[in-house]
């Protein structure tokens, strides 16, 4: 189960959810103002139709000829009567009442006031020196329902404010995080060519201490890079005169000695210097391919440097090199002299580890595709995903140190270009393939 959380999921959900508990709050809040006040209203209401009805019934009563019992107020037109009223004596007996009243409902002895049962509420009024009492009844569910009423129609904009608010959060996160997203990706482009620091305008302030705080990595990783760049380059440097001057003492010893072993013996040594020789300048290759873009101000047509390049092979090693360019000129960013250690490195390696005798194809289109391939065993796939990487190699027979595909992809990388590596090369069922695309454009306008 993944324990990542969403950023926007969250926000988006207790945003919303927090919304609906305040708005519900809100509701009950307004409910129950509006359940107050409207009781006020209603008993205002209860009052003053008691007290409009009771000198109209006194009348009447006071002008019947005799005592002609309780009476029943005539209904003029048909409707509920949400107000329902009894006139009584003080012992109880009923002189006058409201056409749908049900008596039982009243208290046995008329009262003043306002008093409550469990389904109505009454007003009572007297009039003549107390011998006359009104008492008007109104059902509490009628005033339940106003209130019950009044309180849906606050919860009815809910319905419309959830969808509106979980997609505000949604749009408003997004909106914010877009800015963050290209943080991460201004982060996810540098690398071991580019360690500037990271910037992104009108970055959330929250982000600002994780800004700087890789600003600081970078800064210290530079710095690393730097030491150990210029450490390689300047030892590999220091390292070339001796070298020189001691193989230079091993040749005019050699010359002077009659002595066959101490010769065999001095030609074991000039090899090892050699190899050491070759390590050195392969490690400042690997340190000025590191520390540069390889990228050139102006570009220049490569095939020229191409064609140049694989000649002065051919002549060494006797016609296996296959050279296919093409007749237009392959403009490009790419720097000439870090091509040219490129292309060497390329060449060295098919002529070192490819099959003898079998012949070696460097092609280049107009598009700007470079091809390096070579017959030879085929190198497994868990090792070809290593040789780029500085000293491993996989081919232990032929000497070596391997550096050789570390300058490559140093330079490549440089200069923003990938390097294809493939074992069998394409096409063939063994053999090796280094493929990658020299054509680099200024990308900025
Ligand atoms: N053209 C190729 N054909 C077959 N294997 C190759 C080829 N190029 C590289 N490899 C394999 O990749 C390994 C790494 O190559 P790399 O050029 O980095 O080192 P190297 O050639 O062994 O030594 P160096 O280049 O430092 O003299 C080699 O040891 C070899 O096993
Ligand atoms: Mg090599």
Do not use: C
């Given at each position: 189960m993944s324990t990542k959380v969403s950023l926007q999921r969250t926000l988006g959900l207790s945003l919303t959810i927090g919304i609906i508990v305040l708005w519900l709050l809100g509701v009950a809040a307004a409910g129950l103002v509006a359940r107050y006040k409207m009781n006020d209203v209603f008993d205002s209401a209860l009052e003053e139709t008691?007290?409009?009805?009771?000198?109209?019934?006194?009348?009447?009563?006071?002008?019947?000829?005799?005592?002609?019992?309780?009476?029943?107020?005539?209904?003029?037109?048909?409707?509920?009567?949400?107000?329902?009223?009894?006139?009584?004596?003080?012992?109880?007996?009923?002189?006058?009442?409201?056409?749908?009243?049900?008596?039982?409902?009243?208290?046995?002895?008329?009262?003043?006031?306002f008093s409550d049962t469990a389904t109505h509420r009454f007003y009572g009024a007297s009039a003549v020196s107390g011998t006359i009492y009104i008492e008007v009844a109104e059902p509490l569910a009628h005033r339940r329902a106003a209130v019950l009423e009044t309180s849906l129609a606050l919860l009815?904009?809910?319905?419309?404010?959830?969808?509106?608010?979980?997609?505000?959060?949604?749009?408003?996160?997004?909106?914010?995080?877009?800015?963050?997203?290209?943080?991460?990706?201004?982060i996810e482009a540098r690398g071991g060519g580019d360690l500037s620091s990271v910037y992104v305008a009108r970055l959330p302030q929250e982000f600002e201490p994780v800004v700087n705080a890789v600003n600081?990595?970078?800064?210290?990783?530079?710095?690393?890079?730097?030491?150990?760049?210029?450490?390689?380059?300047?030892?590999?440097?220091?390292?070339?005169?001796?070298?020189?001057?001691a193989l230079a003492k091993l040749q005019r010893l050699q010359a002077k000695t009659q002595d066959e072993q101490v010769r065999v013996q001095a030609e074991e040594i000039e090899g090892s210097l050699r190899t050491l020789a070759r390590l050195s300048e392969k490690l400042l290759e690997l340190a000025k391919a590191e520390g540069g873009s390889?990228?050139?101000?102006?570009?220049?047509?490569?095939?020229?440097?191409?064609?140049?390049?694989?000649?002065?092979?051919?002549?060494?090693?006797?016609?296996?090199?296959?050279?296919?360019?093409?007749?237009?000129?392959?403009?490009?960013?790419?720097?000439?002299?870090?091509?040219?250690?490129?292309?060497?490195?390329?060449?060295?390696?098919?002529?070192?580890?490819?099959?003898?005798?079998?012949?070696?194809?460097?092609?280049?289109?107009?598009?700007?595709?470079?091809?390096?391939?070579?017959?030879?065993?085929?190198?497994?796939?868990?090792?070809?995903?290593?040789?780029?990487?500085?000293?491993?190699?996989?081919?232990?027979?032929?000497?070596?140190?391997?550096?050789?595909?570390?300058?490559?992809?140093?330079?490549?990388?440089g200069a923003g270009i990938e390097l294809s590596l493939r074992s069998p090369a394409s096409g063939q069922r063994d053999g090796f393939e280094a493929e990658l695309n020299i054509v680099v454009t200024r990308t900025d306008s």
């Open positions: 008691a007290q409009r009805i009771l000198p109209l019934a006194v009348t009447e009563i006071l002008n019947r000829e005799n005592d002609t019992g309780p009476q029943r107020a005539p209904m003029l037109k048909a409707h509920d009567e949400y107000l329902t009223y009894l006139v009584r004596k003080p012992s109880g007996e009923i002189l006058l009442q409201s056409h749908d009243v049900e008596p039982e409902l009243f208290s046995p002895l008329p009262r003043e006031g009815i904009p809910l319905l419309l404010l959830i969808p509106v608010s979980l997609l505000g959060v949604w749009w408003l996160i997004r909106r914010s995080l877009r800015r963050v997203v290209m943080l991460q990706q201004s600081h990595l970078l800064e210290r990783l530079r710095r690393t890079l730097e030491a150990e760049r210029s450490f390689t380059a300047n030892s590999a440097h220091e390292l070339r005169t001796p070298l020189a001057s390889a990228l050139a101000e102006n570009d220049t047509d490569l095939v020229p440097i191409l064609r140049m390049i694989v000649s002065d092979y051919q002549h060494k090693a006797s016609g296996h090199l296959k050279l296919d360019v093409p007749d237009t000129p392959v403009m490009s960013l790419l720097d000439s002299d870090a091509f040219a250690i490129l292309i060497r490195n390329l060449i060295d390696n098919a002529l070192k580890h490819g099959a003898r005798q079998q012949p070696i194809t460097i092609s280049l289109t107009d598009k700007g595709v470079l091809r390096v391939v070579n017959a030879g065993e085929v190198v497994p796939p868990e090792k070809l995903a290593l040789v780029r990487r500085r000293f491993v190699r996989s081919d232990t027979k032929s000497l070596g140190s391997g550096i050789g595909l570390a300058i490559v992809d140093a330079i490549a990388s």
